[in-house]
């Protein structure tokens, strides 16, 4: 008996494996069917040497297409054609530029985009272009070379040897006999300075170790201060705030003498007035009674007994 054969396990099996096959293929060629991009075309005027299709396309570094095809311009036998493929979003601007680098010492080129600044308006195909073209600058190699080539051209040799030669007539006429016996004076000089100072190398290491005593007395009236200053503050507050009490103390009697003096001005106006004069009038009575009782005393002191039989009479004269 013939066995039997389930064709459908078989036919999804050959199907699954071509699909993986088909995923493998895809994958290995770089290409992706899940994202939607833009083409956009460039002309380089540089040998595209290490660049390949499927070469990386960067925007400032970061991945956002492929190469998709390098050919020589139809128009114009000096530039390369590029084809890029980019994804859709990418901010491709008026002013973003193109810009072919080298990758280390592999050779391996990518395609950097640069520019492309917030207000410019994004870059379209114009009339006449099937595709955006976008503008192109030189790589780095690029314009080493073409300095190194203008250099060593017959024109930039020439002008090299004779701004050579220019150097070497300056440098003579500098280093003339009166220039070079100036600058043996200043060498001269320059070693009896380094002589002297060897000569008191002792004095500047005395020298400097003092100071570095002095920097570390510095430093430990410092600490000293830091730790004083705080408690001075301290007690300069607290004399501060006894100052403003006294103050208030002092404010506040004031206040209560001049109650006082509001309260007894009547009778002070009226002893003033009355009591004064009153009493100018005793002090000039009391001191003609003391005049009075001094030439009593002074009588009786020099007769006592008339302060009993009288005053005696006085003799008369001759005549009387």
Do not use: C
């Amino acid at each position: 008996m013939e066995p039997k054969v389930n064709y459908v396990l078989v036919g999804s099996f050959v199907a699954l494996l071509g699909a993986a096959m088909l995923a493998g293929i895809l994958w290995l060629g770089k290409t992706d069917f899940r994202g939607a991009y833009d083409r956009y075309e460039a002309y380089m005027r540089e040998s595209v040497v290490g660049l390949s299709v499927d070469s990386t396309v960067k925007y400032r570094g970061v991945d956002v297409g492929r190469v998709k095809d390098i050919a020589l311009n139809p128009n114009n036998p000096e530039e390369v054609l590029l084809t890029m493929d980019i994804a859709r979003g990418t901010p491709i601007k008026t002013d973003t530029i193109a810009v072919l680098e080298t990758q280390g010492l592999t050779g391996l080129a990518t395609i950097n985009l640069t520019g492309g600044s917030r207000d410019a308006p994004p870059l379209e195909a114009l009339e006449g272009q099937e595709y955006p073209v976008i503008k192109t600058g030189p790589s780095l190699f690029f314009r080493l070379d073409d300095a190194i080539s203008r250099l060593l051209s017959e024109k930039g040799l020439t002008k090299l040897l004779a701004d050579l030669d220019l150097a070497a007539k300056g440098a003579a006429e500098v280093l003339d006999e009166e220039n070079r016996t100036a600058l043996k004076r200043t060498i001269k000089d320059l070693s009896d300075v380094v002589q002297t100072v060897a000569a008191h190398k002792a004095q500047m290491e005395q020298g400097l170790n003092g100071a570095a005593k002095s920097a570390d007395n510095l430093v430990k009236v410092t600490a000293s201060l830091n730790e004083q200053v705080p408690i001075l503050l301290a007690r300069i507050n607290k004399s501060a705030a006894a100052l403003g009490t006294l103050t208030e103390e002092l404010a506040q009697a004031s206040k209560a003498i001049g109650a006082v003096v509001n309260e007894t001005r009547p009778e002070l106006q009226q002893f003033s007035r009355q009591t004064l004069p009153e009493t100018g009038l005793l002090v000039t009575e009391l001191r003609q009674l003391a005049s009075t009782l001094t030439r009593v005393a002074r009588d009786l002191e020099r007769e006592p007994n008339s302060f009993v039989f009288g005053r005696t009479a006085l003799p008369r004269g001759p005549g009387e």
